[in-house]
Nanobody
Framework: QVQLVESGGGLVQAGGSLRLSCAAS????????MGWFRQGPGKESEFVAS????????YYAASAKGRFTISRDNAKKTMYLQMNSLRPEDTAVYYC??????????????WGQGTQVTVSS
């Protein structure tokens, strides 16, 4: 079993920045791809970004490209999402996921509990 714990969410003004972290524990593998998803109020889960096991390949949703940066530190078993130029429409609960790759949330077997990001206008 793999446990994922997100942190770093909060309230920020539009244009501000936040860095989310996802710490993995349990039967983790540095061979696993990981990803970030989000779910806004009244919306379905949405792919944000993913990263391969080595950290050398990253993928972004169009809404995140150019503003968000995904990275990972395998020695620390932690994945990050640096979010800059935040917009009110980025308001959502952000979840990290592990165990597969791709843009569909159903592909990932392991999920964190989520961290709230609220961007005020």
């Amino acid at each position: 079993q793999v446990q994922l714990v997100e942190s770093g969410g909060g309230l920020v003004q539009a244009g501000g920045s936040l860095r989310l972290s996802c710490a993995a524990s349990g039967r983790t593998s540095t061979n696993d791809s990981m990803g970030w998803f989000r779910q806004g109020p009244g919306k379905e889960s949405e792919f944000v970004a993913s990263i391969n096991a080595s950290g050398q390949k990253t993928y972004y949703a169009a809404s995140a490209k150019g503003r968000f940066t995904i990275s990972r530190d395998n020695a620390k078993k932690t994945m990050y999402l640096q979010m800059n130029s935040l917009r009110p429409e980025d308001t959502a609960v952000y979840y990290c996921a592990a165990g597969n790759s791709g843009r569909l949330p159903t592909l990932y077997p392991y999920w964190g509990q989520g961290t709230q990001v609220t961007v005020s206008s």
